[in-house]
Nanobody, 122 residues
Framework: QVQLVESGGGSVHSGGSLRLSCAVSGFTSDLKTIGWFRQAPGKEREGVSCISISDGSTHYVNRVKGRFTVSGDNSKNTWYLQMDSLKLEDTAVYFC???????????????WGQGTQVTVSS
């Protein structure tokens, strides 16, 4: 009963920026955490960032720390991933996800969006 829809993907040159959006709908009252994941061709899905809905605390994987920023507006059920200084290795399908658990951990997400493609070129 929770749906997530990502948008904002596209193609950029290295060093460029994109902002991904995640619209959450359905029964959202019990959600505790919003996460962003990505999957590059031929690779496993990996966690990128997550944010606590209750207090706004955040976590980033080292590969994106200092370049990506997660934020959101819970009253609008909309969450964002601002991506700056994009690198070729950031190319992937990006997914937003939601969790009923408060831990800033990539292992507890049970609701998933369909993904949006981000392509970074030289």
């Amino acid at each position: 009963q929770v749906q997530l829809v990502e948008s904002g993907g596209g193609s950029v040159h290295s060093g460029g920026s994109l902002r991904l959006s995640c619209a959450v709908s359905g029964f959202t009252s019990d959600l505790k955490t919003i996460g962003w994941f990505r999957q590059a061709p031929g690779k496993e899905r990996e966690g990128v960032s997550c944010i606590s809905i209750s207090d706004g605390s955040t976590h980033y994987v080292n590969r994106v720390k200092g370049r990506f920023t997660v934020s959101g507006d819970n009253s609008k059920n909309t969450w964002y991933l601002q991506m700056d200084s994009l690198k070729l290795e950031d190319t992937a399908v990006y997914f937003c996800a939601a969790s009923d658990y408060a831990e800033l951990d990539f292992n507890f997400f049970g609701y998933w969006g369909q993904g949006t493609q981000v392509t970074v070129s030289s």
